[in-house]
């Protein structure tokens, strides 16, 4: 199974980054240094939510009328910017999957990408609707119907175990409360690994070229 951050590499991620850029009026490298840290994270969040049998049956059912469509129609969908109903989606996907971590994830991301926290949500709220396209369409083609299914599929596209300390910094950044206090303790540990990370793994060596030292 191709990974979510490999996805992004390729011609759909590329018209995604370039679209979610244009419609939110922001630069196009800092949108995809958004994605490549949000996605994840906000994956990892519906990983932790699968954990209760309620998260599970809520999240199958967002994916049942995510069919991924919104695929199909991404030049309809940035042409002349993307219209309410999928910005009002995607803020409610925020707020179901992040909860009251929203606004500090949104912070930190915005410090590591250099872009402020309401140009990161902006993003978030565009590209939540056609995660969960993706995630829907997944879904389908595996036949996800319990939360066992549901994880692994979530785990697939996360890239399972491998890459440890990364997967570390996903749980810590979601552990953030909005008050600020844990951005430097994030930076420190992910600057610190930074040099220590190798390529191996799904998110390994692409978040230590995201936040490491230049």
């Known amino acids: 199974m191709a990974g979510i951050l490999d996805l992004l590499n390729s011609d759909l991620g590329k018209t995604i980054v370039s679209g979610v850029a244009e419609s939110t009026g922001q630069d196009t490298n800092k949108t995809s240094s958004v994605l490549t840290m949000a996605l994840p994270v906000l994956m990892k969040a519906m990983q932790r939510n699968t954990s209760t049998r309620e998260g599970a049956e809520g999240l199958i059912g967002a994916l049942n009328k995510h069919d991924g469509g919104i695929l199909d129609n991404l030049g309809d969908l940035f042409t002349g910017g993307v219209n309410t109903d999928i910005l009002q989606d995607g803020s409610k996907i925020l707020g179901h999957v992040l909860g009251n971590k929203q606004q500090g994830v949104e912070q930190i991301i915005g410090q590591k990408s250099g872009i402020s926290a309401s140009a990161v949500a902006d993003i978030l709220k565009t590209a939540a609707p056609i995660l969960m396209g993706i995630l829907g369409k997944q879904s389908r083609q595996e036949n996800v119907s319990t ?68």
């Open 147 to 214: 939360s066992d299914d549901l994880g692994g599929l979530i785990g697939g596209l996360l890239g399972g175990n491998s890459a440890q300390k990364e997967q570390s910094f996903l749980e810590q950044i979601l552990d953030a409360d909005g008050d600020g206090s844990i951005v430097d303790d994030v930076a420190g540990m992910v600057l610190g690994n930074a040099d220590k990370q190798k390529s191996g793994g799904l998110l390994g060596g692409l978040l230590g070229g995201v936040f490491g030292k230049k």
